[in-house]
């Protein structure tokens, strides 16, 4: 079993930056892939970006070169820092952890970019 608990939301300006936390909590935490992934109103819940333990990243056309995602195995924290945020950014934002057929998600962190 996983547990997967986001801070870090909230309303930041046009241009602003956002560091989004995931805290992990379960056993063979190691082996997962880790994730971000967003979901805005009427909109599917899309992949931001992905790291798996080793360190591999994958992350979605619309936002390389503005987020980064980075993991701390020995905290179990999954973290990621969005800069140059847009409006069309805005969306609940869900920490994601799968290993095969398992899968977990967090209970989601609103962020919401608006003048």
């Known amino acids: 079993q996983v547990q997967l608990v986001e801070s870090g939301g909230g309303l930041v300006q046009p241009g602003g930056s956002l560091r989004l936390s995931c805290a992990a909590s379960?056993?063979?935490?190691?082996?997962?892939?880790t994730g971000w992934y967003c979901q805005a109103p009427g909109k599917q819940r899309e992949l931001v970006a992905s790291?798996?333990?080793?360190?591999?990243?994958n992350n979605a056309d619309s936002v390389k070169g503005r987020f980064t995602i980075s993991r701390d195995n020995a905290k179990k924290m999954v973290y990621l820092q969005m800069n140059s945020l847009k409006p069309e950014d805005t969306a609940v934002y869900y920490c994601?952890?799968?290993?095969?057929?398992?899968?977990?998600w967090g209970q989601g962190t609103q962020v919401t970019v608006s003048s």
């Open positions: 790291i798996t333990s080793g360190g591999m990243r």
């Open positions: 379960g056993s063979m935490l190691n082996f997962y892939v």
């Open positions: 994601n952890a799968h290993l095969s057929s398992l899968t977990y």
